[in-house]
């Protein structure tokens, strides 16, 4: 159409196609479907062209890719990568000015230094190994960046582009780059979004885990004033008491520490196992014996069956979860009381479960209970120190393995918190 050059008809013709083709481009298509679409519009509109392709100047592998075809198989092109200045396409891109090539010598010669990979691919893609006939090639650019080149081709010689062609294909080559240049843009944008919400949580995780450790610091800093007042002649109970109380909330913010730095290693490292043969009870047992000796409200029963399976688990990371569970039944059971630590055994798998008669935890606090950093707001009234990634940790760790937790509560009568891990395949032995 375009290649005839009578006035009104031309301009007619070339309205209706760029109204078409900018309906395109502004539909809200993904990058990639809309480039497809237009080039398929494009050659119908310019319609000597029996091919064309929009290469993109891809930064990382210093290459011009094909982003998008027509009348080229698509799936040979892909492996097409033209250098800087190789070929139309790269002689175009430098030039930043568009070019018809219409005779031989002239497509010959601008072809001449593409390496004979592409070359190869070129033919094959389109079953020839002959030059195209005509070239008409634009850069596709906005201001100062540089995306790419549109080109379009003739194979055959019966119909050419002419130089009247060339502003055409330069407007739909810059409509092309705006919306090349759009969908760029909103890709910086998400990406400053990302980065600005990462900031913000950053912050805010910052000021809670401060806060949090801040408790158990005011704390230890209040008894060791305490200790130290000249004027105040404290008894030895006092003193011992005081002493205690110190311990205890050091304890509390080695256990915090740790979670913190459990659930960062978790992230970074992705958690790496360790897999060997696990007898549990003797981990519950040891998990225990640690806690015990802070706690003189508490009772804490293990009781396993004497046939209990091996399973195959990351010892050092299983223990922590022991820690997490048994370190909240003692936390969040201020007035004490019995916590049991069972193990039974189902067909393909075991299920551990550590059972408190604390402060239990409401029906919709339940749903979140695993999320990172969430802590139930009303034991918060109960001054316990936590950073709301005990649980989390240890989801983490027992899905790692293979496995499943999960918590069964009551407000008020206590919790009970269950973990499954797979039995170890072919292994069967008595603790
Ligand atoms: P942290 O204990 O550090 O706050 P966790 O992830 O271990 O973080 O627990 C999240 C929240 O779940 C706690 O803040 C607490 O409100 C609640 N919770 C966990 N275990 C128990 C339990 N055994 N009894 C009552 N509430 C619990």
Redesign the pocket.
């Known amino acids: 159409m375009l290649s005839k050059d009578n006035g009104y008809e031309r301009f007619g013709k070339e309205y209706l196609a760029l109204t078409e083709i900018s309906k395109t481009l502004t539909s809200p298509l993904e990058l990639q479907e809309l480039l497809d679409a237009v080039m398929k519009k494009i050659v119908t509109v310019v319609e000597p062209a029996d091919v064309g392709s929009i290469m993109l100047w891809d930064q990382s592998s210093g290459l011009f890719r094909p982003a998008a075809v027509f009348g080229f198989d698509l799936e040979i092109m892909k492996e097409m990568g033209l250098r800087a200045g190789e070929s139309v396409t790269g002689k175009v891109f430098d030039e930043g000015q568009a070019r018809l090539l219409c005779k031989p010598e002239e497509v010959a010669e601008a072809m001449a230094d593409m390496r004979s990979f592409n070359r190869e691919v070129f033919a094959r893609s389109l079953r020839t190994s002959f030059l195209p006939r005509c070239v008409l090639a634009a850069p596709i650019s906005v201001g100062e960046k540089k995306y790419g080149v549109l080109v379009l081709e003739t194979l055959n010689g019966k119909a050419a582009f002419t130089e009247s062609d060339l502003p055409f294909i330069q407007t739909l080559a810059d409509l092309i780059a705006l919306a090349i240049d759009r969908d760029y843009l909103e890709v910086q944008l998400d990406t400053v979004r990302d980065a600005r919400r990462t900031e913000f949580l950053r912050a805010e995780l910052m000021a809670i885990l401060s806060h949090?450790l801040r408790i158990p610091l005011s704390a230890i800093k209040g008894y060791s004033t305490a200790l130290q007042l000249e004027e105040v002649e404290w008894s030895k109970e006092k003193e011992q008491e005081f002493l205690n109380l110190i311990e205890e909330e050091c304890d509390n913010m080695q256990v915090?520490l740790k979670?913190i730095l459990d659930s960062s290693l978790i992230e970074v490292e992705q958690l790496t196992l360790e897999r060997q043969p696990t007898r549990l009870p003797r981990i519950a047992r040891d998990v225990v014996q640690e806690a015990q000796r802070r706690t003189e409200k508490h009772r804490i029963v293990v009781d396993f069956p004497s046939d209990f399976p091996i399973v195959e688990a990351d010892q050092r990371w299983i223990k922590q979860v022991f820690r997490?569970?048994l370190?909240?039944?003692i936390?969040?059971?201020p007035e004490g009381g019995l916590i049991v630590i069972r193990g039974a055994t189902r067909s393909a798998d075991v299920v551990i479960s550590l059972a408190?008669q604390?402060?239990?935890?409401s029906p919709e606090?339940l749903i979140p209970?695993?999320e990172k950093y969430?802590?139930?707001r009303?034991?918060?009234d109960y001054h316990?120190?936590?950073?709301?990634?005990?649980?989390?940790?240890?989801r983490a760790i027992i899905e790692a393995h293979g496995g499943r937790i999960w918590?069964e509560?009551k407000l008020g009568e206590?919790?009970t918190?269950f973990f499954s891990l797979p039995k170890a395949k072919g292994v069967s032995e008595n603790e």
């Open positions: 949090e915090m979670e997490n569970i370190e909240n039944a936390r969040y059971s408190d604390g402060i239990g935890i606090d209970i695993f969430f802590r139930v009303s034991a918060t316990v120190a936590g950073t709301g990634l005990g649980l989390p940790v240890a918590i509560s206590g919790s918190v």
